[in-house]
T-cell receptor, first 114, second 117 residues
Framework: AQSVTQLGSHVSVSEGALVLLRCNYS??????LFWYVQYPNQGLQLLLK??????LVKGINGFEAEFKKSETSFHLTKPSAHMSDAAEYFC????????????FGQGTRLTINP | GAGVSQSPSNKVTEKGKDVELRCDPI?????LYWYRQSLGQGLEFLIY????????KSGLPSDRFSAERTGGSVSTLTIQRTQQEDSAVYLC???????????????FGPGTRLTVL
């Protein structure tokens, strides 16, 4: 069965610093991978997705993620954090065949320090 | 254009009562999903609709939970005899196709926060 592990339930960085949120997946078949962001009292918004094309995926708000099959990872990065990036971030996996559901990691709460 | 909408945004009920949660997907989206977000369990899949059919309802936690979709559009999630452990945010999402191999994105609504007293 496929699963996702997000390392670090809380990450805190200074404004202007690099943001790195870690995600590792487990899947016996090629996966589609997603990063979603959730602002307080809102639903989930797609940041970016990997669907077996380019391994480096660029998303909204300056975020990007790199699919590394050898490491089974899909870490999310942003070169310079803004205060507005404070939110909860979820990594999710969906297998290509069969079930259409997303399997989510536990989430990482990102705090930006001024 | 209009996104996924859900109603009510908040629902407070007493233990043992039935509740209905509504989801209006993006127009033209054939696939619809329900998820539950709770402190202890994170984000969990509940049920998936393709049109009016539910080929995957594996995430429904008990037979107190049911869902239907009519006209390939609006969906209702019903929880009977609510329990305190049902307290959570219920999220609905829709996607264009949702078929095997499809790369389309699931778009989420704002959720319904359910509190069972």
């Amino acid at each position: 069965a496929q699963s996702v592990t997000q390392l670090g339930s809380h990450v805190s960085v200074s404004e202007g610093a690099l943001v790195l949120l870690r995600c590792n997946y487990s899947s016996s078949v090629p996966p589609y991978l997603f990063w979603y962001v959730q602002y307080p009292n809102q639903g989930l918004q797609l940041l970016l997705k990997y669907t077996s094309a380019a391994t480096l995926v660029k998303g909204i708000n300056g975020f990007e993620a790199e699919f590394k099959k050898s490491e089974t990872s899909f870490h999310l990065t942003k070169p310079s954090a803004h205060m507005s990036d404070a939110a909860e971030y979820f990594c999710a996996v969906r297998i290509i065949q069969g079930a259409q559901k997303l399997v989510f990691g536990q989430g990482t709460r990102l705090t930006i320090n001024p | 254009g209009a996104g996924v909408s859900q109603s009510p945004s908040n629902k407070v009920t007493e233990k043992g009562k039935d509740v209905e949660l509504r989801c209006d997907p993006i127009s033209g989206h054939t696939a619809l999903y329900w998820y539950r977000q709770s402190l202890g369990q994170g984000l969990e899949f509940l049920i998936y609709f393709q049109g009016n059919s539910a080929p995957d309802k594996s995430g429904l936690p008990s037979d107190r939970f049911s869902a239907e979709r009519t006209g390939g559009s609006v969906s209702t999630l019903t929880i009977q005899r609510t329990q305190q452990e049902d307290s959570a945010v219920y999220l609905c999402a829709s996607s264009l196709e949702g078929t095997s191999g499809s790369t389309d994105t699931q778009y989420f609504g704002p959720g319904t926060r359910l509190t069972v007293l």
